[in-house]
């Protein structure tokens, strides 16, 4: 008997997946679900437009004489003369009279008490913008937004293969068609995984004839130098790290609504606020493990978002809403018949074309370093459930926010 030729009722037809990988991602409790749809890439070399957005925030970071607050350069961008403003947790309201872009130094003074017997900023103190009055009749105002500069990620190939012998198509138990319809569903499976893998730990690299294309992920946009970071200094996992990274975020113009940890870390953070956290696990919500935490900043609800592959010693708090999963013009996912003449069966062959967005990442994204062990935390945590006062002999958190050595 000669060779048989195993038709079926997609054998010459090129489907289009993209739906079935969404679906596929909306099922799985993976980061990658953070990562909506936004239009095609048009090139390897995809190119995006940062958002313009400003923060509220800035920190008085040295001692306070003659009115003169010292502080960064990049927070002393966010003002202008006659910027009014308040320390947080204080109602005490100041206008800004000079700026020395020299030795970055705000000119301030005291506008209204409001009830407060503050009469000047100290070192340390967290100051919140209140507005940028304007003169009758201005023409043009002062930009202190962050402005649209253009960051840029390459596109990356993914592949998956679906093979069934003969043997296995003379034994199915299903007819043909959905016996491949159901192996396709286990490589999609597959394929979102890769994404998900990709979206965390991705290099982005250009593609030429001595390496392919890849695409970069979160650990490598959320790590950049002029980032924000949080250094825990080998302390525990709890609300007080969340609030310093979210304060960095909301500082910068984001947004923060979302950590992003691994499930020992959750479980850690989850023991801290056990009395306070409101636990949701529904199907629109993500990760294998979803909370809500308050954030002290601005009052919103964080969600805890754990990721199996993040690594124990970190965790991120960030804006999600500038990442994006971008397909390559008509190349996202699709599977077509790849059989080869001779093999005994079929094969099918699934393939698209991604990358990634993230926008503004210096300002949505604040790592979270050096933590403590989640297993010592939690073994800690368990010692500690019935002491009335337990001392914390650990170093204080430190923020920071990354510059260049140049």
Not at 148 to 169: C, D, H, L, P, W
């Amino acid at each position: 008997m000669g060779k048989t030729h195993y038709s079926y009722e997609f054998d010459n037809r090129v489907r289009d997946l993209s739906d079935i990988l969404s679906t596929v991602i909306e099922q799985q409790p993976r980061i990658i679900q953070l990562f909506p749809l936004r239009a095609f890439a048009t090139q390897r070399k995809h190119e995006w437009l940062e958002d313009q957005i400003t923060g509220d925030r800035c920190v008085v970071n040295g001692a306070v004489s003659d009115s003169k607050l010292p502080m960064s350069a990049t927070d002393l961008a966010k003002l202008e003369v006659g910027t009014l403003f308040h320390v947080n947790e204080d109602s005490a309201l100041f206008r800004v009279t000079a700026l020395d872009t020299t030795n970055n130094k705000a000119t301030v003074e005291l506008v209204g008490a409001n009830g407060s017997s503050t009469t000047m900023p100290s070192n340390g103190n967290v100051i919140i913008l209140v507005a940028h009055p304007e003169k009758e009749g201005s023409k043009e105002g002062q930009s202190k937004i962050h402005q649209s500069g253009v960051n840029y990620n390459y596109t990356q190939i993914f592949r998956k293969e679906v093979e069934m012998s003969g043997t296995a198509i003379k034994t199915r138990t299903y007819d043909l068609a959905n016996s491949i319809d159901n192996q396709v569903n286990l490589r999609m499976v597959d394929f979102a995984r890769d994404l998900n893998s990709t979206a965390l730990f991705g290099i982005p690299v250009q593609p030429s004839n001595a390496a392919n294309g890849a695409a970069g992920g979160l650990f490598y946009f959320g790590t950049q130098v002029g980032g924000l970071a949080v250094d825990a200094n080998g302390t525990a996992f709890d609300s007080f790290l969340v609030n310093d990274a979210a304060q960095a975020v909301s500082g910068q113009g984001g947004l923060p609504s979302t950590i992003i940890c691994g499930i020992g870390q959750a479980r850690v953070l989850s023991a801290d606020m056990h009395n306070k956290l409101t636990i949701v696990q529904q199907d629109r919500e993500r990760g294998a493990y979803v909370a809500n935490i308050v954030n002290d900043v601005n009052g919103s609800l964080i969600r805890i978002f754990a990721e199996p592959l993040i690594p124990d010693n970190v965790a991120f708090v960030v804006d999600p809403s500038g990442f994006g999963l971008v397909p390559m013009q008509d190349r996202a996912i699709w599977d077509e018949d790849t059989t080869p003449n001779g093999f005994d069966g079929i094969r099918r062959t699934l393939l698209g074309e991604y990358t990634f967005e993230f926008k503004n990442a210096l300002q949505r994204i604040s790592i979270i370093k050096n933590l403590k062990a989640s297993a010592t935390a939690l073994a800690s945590k368990r010692l500690n459930v019935s002491s009335v006062n337990v001392v914390n002999t650990e170093s204080a958190p430190v923020f920071t926010q990354e510059v260049s050595a140049t």
